[in-house]
């Protein structure tokens, strides 16, 4: 055989493993976000070849199933993507590269014992790597089949992130059983603070069409670890539960149940009222409680893994149990007989009343503390991570750890509502972690929020962690880029709640942007930094709640005219000649004693370290000196500049990065970082000037006037504000 | 060199020709529709050689311009794409293989001078062949840049087809000057009859962000000769024309330039007084003549080719002049004086009163045609196709012919608002054509529609085509594969009033769906049906406005309880146990009188061709014998058998072509045509048990019963119905 010969057949083989797609216009678009961090881009050879092994092929070691299908399929589509490889499926005693291998029920992971693979933890999944020969042997060891896709969607994750194979192996098993989000998506389209357009359920056309995206959606779900997803808002339309409704949330269960997500309803407290003809929806009426089991038996002949109902009961104009004199205990337990042990009842403790003089952020706690240990064993109470509203800062929620006979679960926002909707870049990773490494001062060492929703020492039925979705019909998902990493990190943080939000932003980049070093690192800083910015620009040193009213976008503190004081943002600062901040320890609303002693202790403490949550706990002097040196004032004005400078150094930076990222994103990016400039201004000017008006104070040297004037600021209107 | 070898070089030459993409998972979800008509999907090498010579290059005879780059780079894209060919381009004395060559003011088009292209007529190409040795030469030539980029999309359109480069050379010049989308967009994203998701325009992020999405708007537009596009809603919020607002339209207005699209505004009459801090918006008020005067100075500052605005007023609760007691010409003759040479004014004729007894078919002729004569040269007055709302089928309007001294532009929809949203395929081609073709009646030959609107004998400034957009945020844009090619048809009339609604849709299939000669006939078959199906199971025999209140979805002939007469479906009909229909001659309402003589004697007729107008025209008892030989009972439910049958038929044919059709767009188009079955059966069933409750009737032998009762089909509700 000639050399020439043999050269044209290598080049051939070349040519024939990265089969051609000749002529498809499709990257005319350029990289668009859709693929999420599932996109797969082709390794650095260097960096591939010592995954060529799994050329080799795939088997399966257990029984088929819809769901060892998608996991064959995921890394097939994955390892093709990112080597060029055609991995085939073969039989098991072909000795395949990887395989998938179903552990018995009574048997131990074999491979990796050491790992405490609990056959009562549904996900949990062992990689373990043999050589045999000269060739690796990947294998992936579960007790259930979403062990093997989870298991599958870690070996993607790290093949993706272009790391070694000597560091694949490991093992995982969730620390949150119910990992959910909260879709707040109506039936007519819109989503309630959605900022990436319309919802991606296509109410109108289901149960008859079922969108390719919603493949895309579960896939990307399950790569995370999500298992749960609440399709509709919680401010609930009762024709959700109509059986047209089900029918069609029963296609979207079926799209999702292979990927092991299941889903669950809102309800809305009247319904039978609403649509079942009944004359009240009291929980103590027989007939109410007969249309609700009727119901829920409707609900699970069409769909048999039904998770159960999602419920916002006297809360913000809400129907609920206390309409007729009952406690949510009684609203909550009524829907749980309904169920039974088929599923789960999520009861939120989002609740304060207009009539209820109490601070605001007390009114969780009051009302539901009475109440633990009434609530049935499928019911979890579904606390927010502050106890105000999604603020850009709060501190934890006094009802953690307050309630132990009640398993918790905590409701992080991934929407950003108070956080510069999907345009301001603020990864949201920092602030999950911050809620849930903080120690809620329960007992002698210290026991995070994390720990209250594990239910480790609960025995508690179950445990579960919500996230607001961000996701949308626009192309790229979240409405931004770096939106898509607030998704990733509910799910990665959902799964480990001990992961750092720094591990996170890698991983994603890794996955989305670029696996290049320099630019991974510079990428992840700004992610890192950004949401402090926020809260620097937006509400600083403890403040909350400044935003416009209804719709959230941009300051408003002078706002003062609201039906209920507490919608008021005026309510949340309080601002005159003498001061600003609220005092809520013993002399003022002693919201304080709602926490343990100990997280009292540092709430109390005005030292540098509690500066975050200075104002929110106390009231100050404009002029008063504050742990940094500084007055109160000086350090405030400080602290807008500084937000305002990091959006434009960050601008400058990401600038920077134009040779490394793909130039449609890039460039989208940049556009969006402008438009946080400018409006980042906008909050430090027009809050400023607020304050400015009513304290009487001058800036500091050297900080500039705001642009213009307040009134100009206060004239501004955003009738066509999204997600309102 | 053996064979072997030989054999092996071929391949590999056929691997470099089609570079090899490793890795993108991009075909993961296969066809999604964005690509639209320019899909250019790879050629069969049999077709494709003879395109090969194209590799020789590409150069421009002329200046270098914006829309010049446009044109050479899709040029490159197209021809990489079906031909796997770089096409680079050279300097013109490279010889290379295209030539865009602007002919100077001066000069005739060498090649083509046969084709009388005009100078003065914006957007004429010629393209030419020639051979040089043995190698072609392609030569597109225009008097403006424009033409040029018309006549690159006009050479991909043939070589995408398929078609051979023997059959290449031709010329064209657009018949209408002005064509125009109106896009019925709201500023907060939503879209007036929209079934495409929200607005393509990101008004919120305008201007700092312009979505990459815009460039593909135009480049879709600018391949079918659209050369304007109306940003915003008839019904048109005053904010539109803010500061504000005009920059992000402004923003809107530079992506689009390039492409040859010139933005309009729809304005609200009452701007004056909404957002101009005046008491009134009274067109004879030199307050208000000021304040559109500065208004116009101030757009046309931000955008320099601005086209005009379009207005809706004093119809359907919109302001107009007449709230001031002036008329429309007052109203339209204000905006074009503050407007002048600089743009167009659209004023439209969709008027009819609450107050005004008179048939509302007849209001707008009545009101308008007085007026002839009256309006400055720079309006133009948009008249819908038919002279009540957009249905099924309309007999032509009675103002096209009747205002000699006004040009008169028509509005056509291509939004599927009353046949069946984006869900049921009914391809509008026959519709624009039966509405262009109509044969006016005016003089002693046939005169159609579409030579008043080209106002060949007129002497008007300009001409002027209008479609309402069925453009949305959905991947696939229009909502569903087959809606695109409603856009595709509206654009190629609106160019070339001439062209066979047949021809267009075999051009259409040919860039989408398919080259292969069996599934495009069978898939043009489908197209060229789809619409009088759609006649047959919602209005057949010239019934109209049938469509449940509001959302127009569904069947709600019973509704006669709404606060306008002429807003029921009841007033469209009148039903009872005598018969059905309107009697519209001189025994009746005398809209007939409306009509030229020749019009008017056929609209009379009853013979067979005139079936489609029969009850439109008509008053006719439900066991009178009509042309069929049938009694009128018997016809309607035949048609609404026949229409119901064809979809069953359709959806069959379809399933029969799943082979020639990629798996995800087959798909799709089997579940919207299973929905359209469901809905047309629906349709049927529900007309025809009202019209049994109004007549008495019992169904022909054989005639399926309907499915349930009346009282079933009344209780439906549709709150979540879109683009309401």
């Known amino acids: 055989m000639s050399l020439r010969y043999r050269v044209l057949a290598a080049l051939l083989g070349l040519c024939l493993l990265f089969p051609a797609q ?30 060529d092994f799994v050329g080799a092929g795939i088997a399966l070691d257990g029984i088929q199933s ?5 996991a064959i399929s995921e890394l097939q589509t994955g390892l093709h993507s990112m080597l060029g490889l055609s991995v085939a499926e073969h039989p098991l005693a072909h000795r395949p590269a990887i395989t998938l291998r179903r552990i018995g029920a009574g048997q131990a992971d074999p491979v990796a014992a050491n790992c405490n693979l609990a056959a009562d933890i549904s996900g949990g999944f062992s990689i373990s790597v043999s050589t045999e020969g000269d060739e690796p042997k990947i294998q992936i060891a579960a007790f259930d089949d979403i062990g093997l896709l989870y298991g599958s969607y870690a070996l993607l994750r790290h ?18 059983a119910q990992r959910l989000l909260n879709h707040w998506d109506n039936p007519d389209g819109s989503v309630e603070r959605g900022y990436a357009g319309r919802s991606i359920f296509d109410w109108w056309r289901l149960p008859d069409h079922v969108d390719r995206r919603i493949i895309d959606y579960a896939r990307a779900n399950a790569s995370i670890g999500i298992n749960g997803a609440v399709l509709n808002n919680v401010n609930a339309r009762a024709r959700m539960l109509s059986a047209e409704y089900i029918a069609k949330a029963a296609a979207l269960a079926d799209a999702l149940r292979p990927y092991g997500i299941r889903v669950y309803l809102s309800a809305r407290f009247s319904a039978p009222r609403d649509i079942g003809g009944l004359p009240n929806a009291d929980p103590l009426d027989p007939h109410v409680r007969q249309w609700w089991k009727a119901k829920a038996d409707e609900i699970y002949r069409a769909i048999p893994d039904f998770g159960g109902f999602l419920v916002k009961a006297n809360s913000e104009g809400q129907p609920g149990p206390q309409d007729y004199g009952r406690t949510h205990a009684d609203g909550a337990n009524m829907l749980a007989e309904a169920i039974g042990d088929r599923g789960l009842i999520f009861w939120r403790a989002f609740v304060y009343k207009a009539e209820n003089g109490e601070d605001r952020v007390k009114q969780a706690y009051s009302e539901f503390t009475p109440l633990d240990g009434q609530f049935a064993d499928n019911v979890i109470v579904q606390v927010k991570n502050g106890p105000l509203d999604f603020q850009p800062r709060e501190p934890f929620h006094p009802l953690f750890g307050a309630m132990p006979k009640t398993p918790l679960a905590i409701e992080l926002q991934i929407t950003k509502e ?41 025995g508690h039925r179950t445990s579960a962690i919500a996230g607001v979705a961000n996701i949308g019909s626009d192309r790229n998902w979240s409405g931004s880029h770096f939106d898509q990493a607030n998704w990733y990190a509910f799910g990665r943080l959902a799964w480990n709640p001990s992961l750092s939000s720094s591990t996170i932003a890698d991983e994603w980049i890794g996955q989305t942007f670029t696996r290049k070093p320099s630019a991974r690192q510079a990428i992840a800083t700004l992610m890192l930094e950004s949401r ?4 620097d620009y937006m509400t600083p040193l403890g403040l909350a709640h400044l935003m416009g009213t209804g719709h959230h976008y941009g300051p408003a503190p002078w706002v003062d005219n609201l039906e209920r004081a507490d919608w008021n943002p005026f309510y949340f600062h309080q601002a005159d000649r003498n001061g600003i901040g609220i005092d809520r320890g013993r002399n003022g609303t002693n919201a304080l004693s709602q926490y343990s002693a100990r997280a009292a202790v540092r709430f109390a403490s005005r030292e540098e370290q509690n500066l975050p949550f200075l104002l929110w706990f106390h009231r100050i002097g404009w002029n008063e000196q504050i742990a940094t040196g500084r007055t109160l004032w000086q350090e405030l004005v400080l602290r807008y500049d500084r937000g305002l400078s990091w959006v434009e150094e960050a601008l400058t930076k990401w600038n920077g990065l134009k040779a490394d990222i793909d130039p449609r994103r ?16 906008w909050w430090r000017d027009a809050s400023l000037a607020y304050w400015m008006d009513r304290n009487g104070q001058v800036l500091p040297a050297g900080a500039e006037p705001p642009a213009t004037s307040l009134e100009h600021y206060k004239g501004l209107s955003f009738p066509d504000a999204p997600g309102n």
């Open 418 to 458: 108070y956080l510069g909707f999907s345009t301001h870049l603020a990864y949201l990773g920092p602030l999950f972690e911050e809620a849930l490494d903080a120690d809620t001062g329960i007992g002698d060492i210290p026991k995070p929020v994390a720990s209250i929703i594990e239910g480790s020492d609960g």
């Open 666 to 681: 890039h460039a989208e990016v940049a556009d969006f970082l402008k438009i946080q400039k400018r409006e980042a201004k």
């Open 66 to 70: 819809p769901t060892t299908d998608v």
């Open 532 to 535: 402090e910015a926020v809260v």
């Open 22 to 51: 000749p002529g498809h216009a499709s990257d005319k678009d350029g990289e668009d976000g859709y693929r999420l961090w599932l996109r797969y881009a082709p390794l650095d050879r260097s960096v591939g070849q010592q995954y």
């Open 159 to 176: 093949v993706q992130q272009g790391k070694p194979l000597a560091a694949i192996a490991h093992c995982e098993m969730p620390r949150i």
